[in-house]
């Protein structure tokens, strides 16, 4: 098909590329800015060409650096992958001056669809149901009320010059729309000097939903259903799925005859994605088509069988589609999540930074289903602030969506970050939702359900039984192995001594006795415990964890679990799912003596301000003395390329002032106390 | 017969009701455990052999005799740590705030005396309100005399000290010399003279906390070598600090089972130096990397964090790593960092516990700050304890060996046993740009001539090979190796056998 293909992007994308590039025996080419000279898509390529600094304007989205990389190399054929380059015009035709195939779809494609206007255009005239509103300008309330009565409602009144929610009203009556139309023009007037008023139909509770298209240069297009992605967190995607678990066949076969009009359209010619929001009665509007490959294509690939990226490249290079949409069959479900470098306990900032610890578990059979992984680093490699600071794509798949999502949660599970915080808990947590595993999902699911941030899980009785069980295992291992020491007064007790534990865990104090037999640390011969709280009678723990594993995998009574597990100064630190604690493990005597040191009132850290990530001070606005207000911004760190502005909680006096313009701060590091 | 044990158990039971049930829950309200509490804590369980319950003091001035308690303020005695022989005192504040009279100084001496005498470590657990004033100069006496016992015992058995509640005046200097020094947050302080006086000599106002805190010590004044959230955590972590220790001068590092494989390759650690010189990278992640198991013991985390030491095993056995951090003021060598790595590695060297060395270091702090405050004889400490370390010395360079702090490091020259290099190595005597200009100061005008000068400096001196080829290096290793390479080096150095000129002690630059 192609000589030579080179990818037009980086880390995880690109590593997917290069994977079919193999399989089907196409020599590759990975093009790299400086801050990815080590990274695993250019140890994976046959060919590597340097192409700039990190930022990504010098680099992945410099279209003659790219364009000299192909000839250096002789590429014949340009993946771009998604984001970056994918989604401009230019570069296929820029490509196509020089005679190197675009493997994406024709550019008329392109252009046409990343116009918002343009694009609903075409797609009412392909038929495609796109959301009902008067197209133009509102001239008074009367008309509002009018043409509100006619949509339906409720109705979004909204400025046509509009952003940001300014300007904007949801309306259920007549009496709103009056109200509402007045107030939003006003609103628009003084925000954007600019008054003029549309009005459209307001869905609730929107499900995001698309349908995947797959066309080549001979007029053939079919779709491959739909993914549902309606679990988003400020409008990033967080778990897609496929198929929707809310629709049926006759709204999944309209879509995607809709969709398939759209492309016909527009004579797409590669993969694609046609995007709607679905209401509760599952009328479905059209959003805009995405003329690239997904993020979230994986769970297309796995419940249709096939290789999204092969069937761009066969398309590429003219060969008509070996499918018809009548051998399109779903099989199986898939859920996928995306591991971000963020801290889900402090409202998921950014935590960048080097991996230092980075476990994934095996792809293959997991759980009752199997699990596949996407991603473009390894341990040791950096999260970059330059880049999308996601990890991996952790995909769950199974014969039915239960399965799929206990495979991917039990992979969550398995999973070993250190060095940055990452958002597994918080995956995990989602997953283990009722309104979640009953698919009673939309766009708003998480500020719904997590309208305060995410503070983890409370544990559950399973949950509590496989800590406690670990943390004694864990404990006892240690301190028989203490006993091994040299130089002792006396020789060392004997294995298969029975001990006594205080496991104490987020407020719960649970006596445990355990016992080791010989050879039960790494071998799997299983140990006893009895923990008369969690449960009657004898328990038995197998498991292969020997001291400095992070992954603890056991089987309580039958029952398998994994946790990872941190050795730390405070105790041991132990995650299943969205639960995590710091686990203290000690002698019912210092149980007891522990229980007479009152709780340490937490440090008063109102008075202090410090640095809730990684950065770089930007500015000190204060100065040492000066009386300062609630909300009155005091220092500027620069983080991911973000400022963030931190701003005083209460009134109060400036004490000291710990940083200074250009310094570089850790997270959690004081920069300025109140008196 | 029977009347005589009764009274034996009347007895005990009196003594180890210390100040009474009341005064114990006060302790308890502090958020302190009482003595034995602690004692309970840090002791194998039933391994306790306490000397000394029935002593009183002998004072009669100010009406003491009528105030006498048993134990006197201090429970002392003997016991086990995984089974291995301490000795221990530790300081009752429920009796006479735990305040130091000369029987409760006889005390301590004789666990001290034991402790020499027998070859095991001994820990002392401060929780006290200095000398027993009624008592005059026999309470002074007393100090000087424990004194005079952490001098002798200095370098022949370790000496712990744990700081639990107030610890002032003559209380702190038998700590001071003891090898080290934990504090608890929050509820320990350790001052010469208290807020009180200070007030008075000097007008300032300040508080226990800001004078002494554990806050304080652990990482401004570098007093503490640590600092844990309560007594529990303090004490177990005392008892996994033992655990690395040789019980004496005499003996070899405790060995135990290691569940790590010797042949672990740690590809990351191939990434570990990022590609721009100028950024840092944290050298911990290489020690935990290297370590058995990731478990490592580190030695005064907070306080002049450019460096770092700490205890770890390799095999099973321990290993002192001391390595610079260029996380912090790019890992240079300061006043502090100097005092913090040479009183470590003199550790190690009494000890006989092999040292493990990471370099990678810019050089020493410039300016009037570090020079007026005696930089020069500070940073020879370090200098000088490496020189005279006897034990195992292994090194390795990661990057930077600038200057005299190559020298420094543990370096070939200072009888370095097995020193390697990284491929990202860089020794030389200063960086690139600085050479270039001091060598072509003629073309300093000239940008174009200076890149050029400065880029010839780099091709020649960036790189470990002109070190490697005078044999200053015995190797250049891939870093996903370290920890191999190191463990077959330090298998080869278990019957070194090197030692000093017969001296009566040297003569440190103080």
Not at chain 1, 427 to 445: C, M, P, Q, W
Request: glycine share 8%.
């Amino acid at each position: 098909m192609f000589n030579k293909i080179l990818i037009a992007n980086r880390g995880e994308i690109a590593v997917r590329v290069i994977k079919t590039c193999k399989r089907l025996g196409i020599p590759t080419v990975a093009v790299y800015s400086e801050a990815d000279a080590a990274s695993l898509a250019v140890e994976m390529a046959d060919e590597a060409v340097f192409i700039g600094p990190p930022a990504p304007g010098e680099s992945y989205l410099n279209m003659d650096r790219i364009l000299a990389a192909c000839e250096e190399t002789g590429a014949d054929a340009v993946h771009p992958g998604f984001g970056f380059l994918s989604e401009n015009a230019k570069f296929p035709e820029a490509l196509a001056k020089k005679n190197i195939a675009w493997i994406g779809p024709n550019v008329y494609a392109i252009q046409s669809m990343g116009d918002k206007l343009e694009s609903k255009k075409l797609a009412a005239k392909a038929g495609v149901s796109t959301v009902p509103g008067f197209k133009g300008e509102i001239e008074d309330d009367q008309q509002a009320v009018e043409v509100a009565d006619d949509i339906g409602y409720p109705v979004m009144i909204k400025a046509s010059a509009g952003g940001g929610g300014k300007g904007m009203r949801i309306a259920r009556s007549a009496s709103e729309v009056k109200d509402g139309f007045k107030a939003a023009r006003n609103e628009a007037k003084s925000s954007f000097g600019d008054d003029r008023i549309l009005i459209e139909k307001f869905v609730e509770k929107p499900r995001h939903i698309e349908i995947q298209v797959l066309g080549d240069k001979h007029g053939n297009v079919i779709h491959l259903n739909e993914r549902e992605c309606s679990i988003q967190r400020r409008n990033q995607k967080v778990i897609e799925e496929a198929p929707s678990p809310f629709l049926d066949k006759r709204t999944r076969d309209k879509m995607g005859e809709q969709a398939v009009a759209l492309a016909k359209a527009v004579d797409y010619d590669s993969a694609g994605t046609v995007e709607f929001i679905v209401d509760p009665n599952k009328n479905f509007y059209f959003l805009e088509m995405n003329t690239r490959l997904q993020v979230e294509h994986p769970v297309t690939e796995l419940t249709h069988d096939i290789d999204l990226v092969e069937q761009m490249i066969r398309v590429a290079a003219g060969k008509e589609l070996e499918l018809t949409q009548r051998d399109v069959r779903i099989k199986g479900h898939a859920v996928e999540a995306r591991l971000y470098a963020e801290d889900p306990y402090r409202g998921f900032l950014p935590s960048i930074g080097r991996l230092e610890r980075y476990v994934e578990p095996e792809q293959g059979p997991m759980g009752p289903g199997k699990l596949r992984i996407d991603s473009g680093v390894r341990e040791g490699d950096e999260i970059s602030l330059f880049y999308d600071p996601m990890i991996a794509k952790v995909i769950g798949y199974g014969d039915t969506r239960e399965k799929a999502i206990d495979a991917l949660a039990d992979s969550l599970d398995r999973l070993h970050v250190e060095g940055l915080q990452a958002n597994a808990p918080f995956l995990s947590a989602v997953l283990d939702e009722t309104d979640f595993r009953k698919g009673n999902i939309h766009t708003g699911y998480i500020d719904e359900h997590f309208p305060d941030g995410f503070a983890g899980t409370v544990a559950r009785e399973d949950q509590l039984r496989f800590m406690t069980a670990a943390a004694a295992f864990v404990h006892t291992t240690f301190v028989q192995r203490a006993t091994q020491i040299a130089g002792r007064l006396t020789p060392a007790p004997n294995a298969g001594e029975l001990h006594d534990w205080v496991v104490i865990m987020d407020g719960h104090r649970f006596a445990v006795e355990m016992r080791l037999p010989q050879g039960a640390i790494g071998e799997e011969v299983p140990a006893e415990l009895w923990c008369p709280a969690l449960s009657t009678g004898r328990m038995a723990l197998a498991t292969s964890w020997r001291p400095g594993d992070h992954l603890f995998e056991g089987e309580l009574d039958g029952e398998k679990f994994a946790l990872t597990f941190s050795d730390r100064t405070e105790g041991y630190r132990l995650r299943h799912r969205g639960f995590a604690a710091t686990v203290l493990v000690c002698t019912p005597r210092t149980a007891e003596l522990h229980a007479r040191l009152p709780e340490k009132e937490a440090a008063d850290t109102a008075k202090l301000i410090t640095s809730p990530m990684p950065g770089l001070v930007m500015s000190v606005n204060v100065e040492v003395g000066q009386e300062v207000k609630a909300g009155e911004a005091l220092v500027v760190v620069e983080a991911m390329k973000m400022e963030n502005v931190l701003r005083a909680e209460r009134d109060g006096t400036v004490k000291s002032i710990e940083a200074s313009a250009g310094d570089s701060v850790a997270a959690d590091e004081l920069l300025i106390e109140f008196e | 017969m029977k009347d005589v044990l009764e009274q034996l158990d009347a007895k005990r039971q009196a003594a180890r009701a210390g100040g009474g049930e009341k005064r114990v829950l006060a302790q308890h309200e502090k958020g302190k455990l009482s003595a034995r509490e602690r004692i309970e804590v840090l002791l194998d369980d039933g391994s306790f052999e306490e000397f000394d319950m029935f002593v009183e003091h002998q004072c009669s001035d100010f009406g003491m005799d009528e105030k006498k308690i048993p134990g006197d303020g201090v429970v002392t005695g003997s016991g086990t740590i995984n089974g291995r022989l301490v000795y221990l005192f530790a300081k009752d504040f429920t009796v006479f705030g735990g305040s130091l009279s000369l029987a409760h100084a006889k005390k301590i001496m004789k666990v001290q005396d034991a402790a020499l005498r027998n070859g095991a470590p001994i820990l002392g657990l401060f929780d006290a309100g200095g000398a027993r004033i009624q008592e005059g100069v026999d309470a002074l006496g007393g100090y000087a005399e424990i004194f005079q016992r952490n001098v002798l015992a200095s370098g022949v058995v370790p000496q712990i000290s744990v700081i639990m509640g107030p610890c002032a005046g003559g209380d702190v200097y038998s700590p001071a010399m003891t090898d080290f020094i934990f504090m608890v947050k929050d509820t320990s302080y350790m001052y010469v003279t208290g807020p009180d006086v200070v007030k008075t000599v000097t007008n300032e106002v300040v508080t226990h906390e800001e004078l002494g805190g554990a806050s304080i010590h652990a990482k401004k004044s570098g007093v503490a070598d640590g600092a844990f959230e309560n007594d529990i955590e303090a004490l177990v972590q005392m008892r996994r600090l033992v655990d690395f220790l040789p019980l004496n001068n005499r003996e070899k590092v405790p060995a135990r089972p290691s569940y790590d494989k010797p042949d672990r390759i740690e590809p990351s650690l191939d990434t570990l130096v990022p590609p721009n010189p100028n950024k840092p990278y944290d050298i911990k992640e290489l020690i935990r990397k290297t370590a058995d198991e990731g478990d490592f013991f580190e030695i005064a985390p907070d306080y002049a964090t450019n460096i770092v030491t700490g205890f770890g095993r390799l095999e099973g056995q321990t290993v002192g790593f001391v390595a610079n951090q260029p996380m912090s003021l790019a890992g240079v060598l300061d006043i502090d960092a100097s005092k913090k790595g040479a009183r470590f590695v003199r550790f190690c060297d009494a000890f006989s516990i092999p040292i493990v060395t990471f370099v990678d270091v810019p050089g020493f702090l410039p300016g009037t700050k570090q020079e007026y405050g005696g930089l020069i004889k500070h940073g020879a400490k370090l200098l000088f304890a490496y020189a005279e370390a006897t034990v195992p010395k292994l090194t390795v360079i990661t990057r930077k060996a600038y200057g005299g702090a190559y020298d420094v490091m543990a370096s070939k020259h200072l009888r370095g046993d097995i020193n390697y290099a990284w491929p990202t190595a860089e020794i030389a005597v200063m960086g690139a740009k600085g050479a270039a200009e001091i060598i072509h100061r003629a073309d300093l005008g000239d940008e174009e001539k200076m890149a050029a000068h400065t880029k010839e400096y780099e091709d020649r001196f960036a790189n470990p090979f002109v070190a490697a080829s005078r044999g200053y290096l015995d190797d250049v290793i891939q870093p996903r190796s370290t920890r191999v390479r190191l463990i077959k080096a330090l298998r080869t150095l278990k019957n070194k056998n090197l030692s000093n000129p017969w001296k009566k002690h040297d003569n440190l630059p103080l």
